[in-house]
């Protein structure tokens, strides 16, 4: 609780500091997430997920502005746990893990030309949702898929990352943005030999719209 409260009072801290009006928006796009490591899936791989939600944007100065956001964000990973090839016909069984958080980035962005800019900044996480995915394939095509939701009490409620990004404003409403946050916080509770400093990683792309 005490986590939620301090990324709070940085979005609340972001009004004190603005120069102008803040200008509020909206953000969706992809996410292209990894887990560091992962309790012995050796051959994991990086799972597509989304991103979506608001933000709000305080300028500071001409080239400097405060940016936090609210995110729904769809992380994890994804392994290939077989493949076999028998005649002319190839099966393979996908595992994927999805991580659900509610993301809190505050961005403090440099506007290295009126149209583009560099950003960096912590990330406050908040776990709402894990599951299992598996999906068997034939030849490309899904034969079997199931969910199994996951004990969240096996898995800590608040991860912390750092971001760093770029972006690009086509007119002054309408942007992409790119970034990297790395996660900090090992997400399991308790770890073993075989399950050691789990963090999340995501590289994320998508579109800004910024109301008038």
């Known amino acids: 609780m ?30 292209v997430s990894s887990l560091s490591k992962d309790g012995g899936l050796e051959d994991q791989g990086s799972k597509i997920g989304f991103n ?9 100065s001409e080239q400097f502005s405060i940016q936090p956001e609210v995110l729904y964000n769809n992380l994890g990973s994804k392994v290939t746990v077989t493949e076999v090839n028998l005649g002319n016909d190839n099966y393979s069984a996908e595992y994927a893990r999805h991580l659900d958080y509610i993301s809190v980035p505050v961005m403090a962005q440099f506007m290295a030309t009126p149209n583009f800019y560099i950003e960096a900044g912590p990330q406050f996480s908040f ?39 770029i972006g690009y404003y086509f007119t002054p409403q309408i942007g992409i943005n790119a ?11 308790s770890n073993s030999e075989s399950r050691d400093n789990v963090k999340n990683n995501v590289f994320q792309v ?3 719209f910024k109301f008038k």
């Open 52 to 60: 979506g939600g608001i933000f709000l944007n305080a300028p500071i």
């Open 206 to 208: 998508g579109l800004n």
């Open 127 to 165: 776990l709402v949702d894990a599951r299992d995915k598996y999906k068997n394939t034939k030849n490309g095509s899904t034969e079997d898929a199931e969910s199994y939701s996951l004990d969240k009490d096996n898995f800590k409620n608040f991860d912390f990352g750092l971001g760093l990004g």
């Open 179 to 189: 970034r990297y946050t790395a996660g900090l916080t090992d997400i399991y509770k």
């Open 2 to 31: 005490k986590k939620l409260f301090l990324g709070l009072g940085l979005v609340a801290g972001t009004f004190a500091f603005a120069q102008t009006s803040p200008t509020f928006g909206i953000k969706g796009g992809m996410n």
